[in-house]
């Protein structure tokens, strides 16, 4: 069991993490009906309000909070407790996240900040709603700092050995996370608050907007990387096995730092201000950053088979069935990761410039983040809440709760299959995104897209009620492990921390060695970036005033 004072950190952090959970499925719950024309909203809230805070909530505040309190179990379970200056800094990171949080939340709810959580510039919000988000990166930096000052720590007192693999891929993460952040915190200061603040009138957009997916691209990594983490370090040891091979564990996660940051065009293929070189630079780079997720796919391959013929599995496919399948957190994220068989292939299919032409800004790319984020991510997070809520309370996690956690994922998947291949055929045939629900004035050829077996209206508000109830059954779960469950007072009952063994002896120093790999991702990032931004600026076009659309 890892100190008291850490538990209530990381608690804390998971706490805050399903708030905004609660608020941001229940916004979904609203955009599913108002999607498929079964709801109108009172005059007071706009649909877009809902889309903002659906995305704020779910993709950046529950991710970045529950990922936190993940890290920081798994640091001080892998490193030892804190000291009292990693957990000052750990919690002023939390309380200015926080209060950034519930600033940008407040702008949303007032309606000063419809903008969706891209953000995307002439739309101007408040100037608070952007003080509020670059408070938010601020806390997530201070609490990084304070992770990085604890494993710092740590090598100072292990000289010349490599550092347990949890350790390793949180600063993998923290680094990447880090650089990515730069972009949007450039844009953010220097361009929105001076213009949402009326301090200048104009903002270069193309400009913001390439900044911002500086940091958007990388940032879906932030929220797979914590989820891969748990894919390598934690399914082996509910598996009985050890990691499947440390270096390439480390290698794959060391290549996220180099590649998942100089591909941002790769979001904006359709823009004009761009010119095709730079474009197709970035894809090139986009398909290097599949590589450390293939990697990831063989390694888990690898971990099953040994597992299952640990087991008794013979032949081909026999150790599949000797997987344990009854307990849910394998089960949990064994189905997480198949989810991201088509996620992925869905991401290469986006990456590929000439194919982006057609599924760029429709219902396909709602489709592809929730089979990334909204599944592979988000139910691997769901796994681990079954068993690190009950290990930080000490509580026990009943039948009764695994029961209830199999039903939860079940539905969950359900529900998602049914709401994103809907999203998906949408896409293809050409139903758009970012905006609210229309019927092009009853064209025929729009209202043909409803027909189908997946995508009429029906199927899909099933498909989002379905994910709505399930989402209400985890609050459940995670209210009664942290508050109600009874104590585990039988050695038995406790809930372990399930971290797997791997072999270092084999793996390469070098890898461990962080300032090769930053000097190597800024030099990509300049080859891929100072070029076309440099333009950007020095050929501005004309800058835009703000507009308010809601
Ligand atoms: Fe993406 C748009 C390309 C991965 C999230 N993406 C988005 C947006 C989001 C998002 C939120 O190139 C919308 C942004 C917006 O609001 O505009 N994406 C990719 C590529 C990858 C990728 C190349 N995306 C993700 C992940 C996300 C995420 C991960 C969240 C966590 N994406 C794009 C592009 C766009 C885009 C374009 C812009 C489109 C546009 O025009 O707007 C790759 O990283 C994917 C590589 C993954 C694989 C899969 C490996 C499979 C594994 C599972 C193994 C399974 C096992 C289980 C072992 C190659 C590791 C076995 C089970 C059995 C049953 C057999």
């Given at each position: 069991m890892i100190a008291a004072q850490d538990r209530?950190?990381?608690?804390?952090?998971?706490?805050?993490?399903?708030?905004?959970?609660?608020?941001?499925t229940l916004c979904g719950l609203l955009q599913v009906f108002i999607r498929n024309d079964a709801l109108q909203l009172p005059s007071w809230l706009d649909y877009y309000q809902i889309l903002t805070a659906h995305g704020v909530l779910l993709a950046l505040i529950f991710t970045t909070y529950f990922i936190f309190g993940f890290f920081v179990t798994g640091m001080s379970k892998s490193l030892g407790s804190?000291?009292?200056?990693?957990?000052?800094?750990s919690w002023i990171g939390f309380w200015v996240t926080t209060i950034g949080t519930v600033m940008a939340t407040v702008m949303i709810i007032s309606g000063e900040a419809s903008v969706?959580?891209?953000?995307?510039?002439?739309?101007?919000a408040s100037g608070w709603y952007y003080v509020g988000l670059a408070l938010v990166i601020v806390g997530t930096w201070?609490?990084?700092?304070?992770?990085v000052g604890h494993y710092v720590v740590w090598r100072k007192a292990h000289k010349g050995e490599l550092s347990p693999l949890f350790a390793f891929m949180t600063i993998t993460t923290i680094i990447m996370w880090i650089i990515a952040c730069l972009g949007v915190v450039a844009t953010v200061l220097?361009?929105?608050?001076?213009?949402?603040?009326?301090?200048?009138?104009?903002?270069n957009v193309e400009l913001s907007r390439s900044l911002f997916w500086y940091f958007g691209h990388p940032l879906v990594y932030f929220w797979l990387l914590p989820a891969y983490m748990a894919w390598y370090v934690i399914v082996p040891k509910l598996l009985g096995v050890k990691v499947f091979s440390d270096s390439l564990a480390r290698l794959a996660f060391v290549l996220f730092i180099l590649f998942s940051i100089p591909v941002g065009f790769h979001h904006q293929l359709t823009e004009p201000g761009i010119s095709n070189f730079w474009k197709f630079l970035q894809v090139?780079?986009?398909?290097?950053?599949?590589i450390p997720s293939l990697l990831t796919a063989f390694s888990m391959f690898g971990t099953f088979e040994r597992a299952g013929r640990k087991n008794g599995g013979q032949g081909l496919f026999g150790w599949f069935t000797k997987l344990p399948w009854k307990d849910v957190r394998f089960t949990s994220i064994f189905v997480a990761m198949a989810f991201f068989i088509p996620g992925g292939a869905g991401g290469i299919i986006n990456a590929s410039f000439q194919l982006n032409e057609v599924v760029h800004n429709t219902m396909w790319i709602v489709g592809h983040f929730h089979i990334t984020v909204g599944t592979p991510v988000a139910m691997t997070f769901m796994?681990?809440?079954?068993?690190?809520?009950?290990?930080?309370?000490g509580r026990k996690f009943s039948k009764v709760m695994q029961k209830l956690g199999f039903i939860q994922i079940i539905t969950w998947t359900i529900g998602m299959l049914l709401m994103s291949t809907s999203q998906h055929i949408l896409g293809l045939l050409g139903a758009p995104r970012r905006t609210a629900y229309t019927g092009y004035n009853n064209h025929p050829s729009a209202l043909e897209w409803f027909d189908g077996i997946l995508t009429n209206h029906v199927t899909m508000a099933v498909g989002g009620s379905i994910l709505f109830l399930s989402a209400m059954l985890l609050i459940y779960i995670v209210v009664m492990t942290m508050f109600l469950s009874p104590k585990a007072e039988l050695e038995a009952d406790f809930v372990e921390f399930p971290l797997a063994d791997s072999d270092k002896e084999h793996t390469p120093k070098f890898l461990e060695n962080w300032w090769i790999w930053i000097g190597i991702a800024f030099a990509l990032i300049i080859i891929a970036y100072a070029?076309?931004?440099y333009g950007m600026i020095h050929h501005a076009p004309p800058g835009s005033e703000g507009f308010k659309t809601w």
């Amino acid at each position: 069991m890892i100190a008291a004072q850490d538990r209530k950190l990381a608690l804390w952090n998971i706490g805050v993490a399903y708030i905004a959970f609660l608020i941001g499925t229940l916004c979904g719950l609203l955009q599913v009906f108002i999607r498929n024309d079964a709801l109108q909203l009172p005059s007071w809230l706009d649909y877009y309000q809902i889309l903002t805070a659906h995305g704020v909530l779910l993709a950046l505040i529950f991710t970045t909070y529950f990922i936190f309190g993940f890290f920081v179990t798994g640091m001080s379970k892998s490193l030892g407790s804190f000291g009292p200056k990693v957990l000052l800094y750990s919690w002023i990171g939390f309380w200015v996240t926080t209060i950034g949080t519930v600033m940008a939340t407040v702008m949303i709810i007032s309606g000063e900040a419809s903008v969706l959580y891209t953000f995307y510039a002439p739309l101007k919000a408040s100037g608070w709603y952007y003080v509020g988000l670059a408070l938010v990166i601020v806390g997530t930096w201070i609490s990084s700092f304070a992770l990085v000052g604890h494993y710092v720590v740590w090598r100072k007192a292990h000289k010349g050995e490599l550092s347990p693999l949890f350790a390793f891929m949180t600063i993998t993460t923290i680094i990447m996370w880090i650089i990515a952040c730069l972009g949007v915190v450039a844009t953010v200061l220097f361009q929105y608050i001076p213009w949402a603040f009326g301090w200048v009138e104009t903002i270069n957009v193309e400009l913001s907007r390439s900044l911002f997916w500086y940091f958007g691209h990388p940032l879906v990594y932030f929220w797979l990387l914590p989820a891969y983490m748990a894919w390598y370090v934690i399914v082996p040891k509910l598996l009985g096995v050890k990691v499947f091979s440390d270096s390439l564990a480390r290698l794959a996660f060391v290549l996220f730092i180099l590649f998942s940051i100089p591909v941002g065009f790769h979001h904006q293929l359709t823009e004009p201000g761009i010119s095709n070189f730079w474009k197709f630079l970035q894809v090139v780079l986009t398909f290097m950053v599949i590589i450390p997720s293939l990697l990831t796919a063989f390694s888990m391959f690898g971990t099953f088979e040994r597992a299952g013929r640990k087991n008794g599995g013979q032949g081909l496919f026999g150790w599949f069935t000797k997987l344990p399948w009854k307990d849910v957190r394998f089960t949990s994220i064994f189905v997480a990761m198949a989810f991201f068989i088509p996620g992925g292939a869905g991401g290469i299919i986006n990456a590929s410039f000439q194919l982006n032409e057609v599924v760029h800004n429709t219902m396909w790319i709602v489709g592809h983040f929730h089979i990334t984020v909204g599944t592979p991510v988000a139910m691997t997070f769901m796994g681990l809440t079954f068993w690190l809520v009950p290990y930080l309370t000490g509580r026990k996690f009943s039948k009764v709760m695994q029961k209830l956690g199999f039903i939860q994922i079940i539905t969950w998947t359900i529900g998602m299959l049914l709401m994103s291949t809907s999203q998906h055929i949408l896409g293809l045939l050409g139903a758009p995104r970012r905006t609210a629900y229309t019927g092009y004035n009853n064209h025929p050829s729009a209202l043909e897209w409803f027909d189908g077996i997946l995508t009429n209206h029906v199927t899909m508000a099933v498909g989002g009620s379905i994910l709505f109830l399930s989402a209400m059954l985890l609050i459940y779960i995670v209210v009664m492990t942290m508050f109600l469950s009874p104590k585990a007072e039988l050695e038995a009952d406790f809930v372990e921390f399930p971290l797997a063994d791997s072999d270092k002896e084999h793996t390469p120093k070098f890898l461990e060695n962080w300032w090769i790999w930053i000097g190597i991702a800024f030099a990509l990032i300049i080859i891929a970036y100072a070029i076309p931004l440099y333009g950007m600026i020095h050929h501005a076009p004309p800058g835009s005033e703000g507009f308010k659309t809601w």
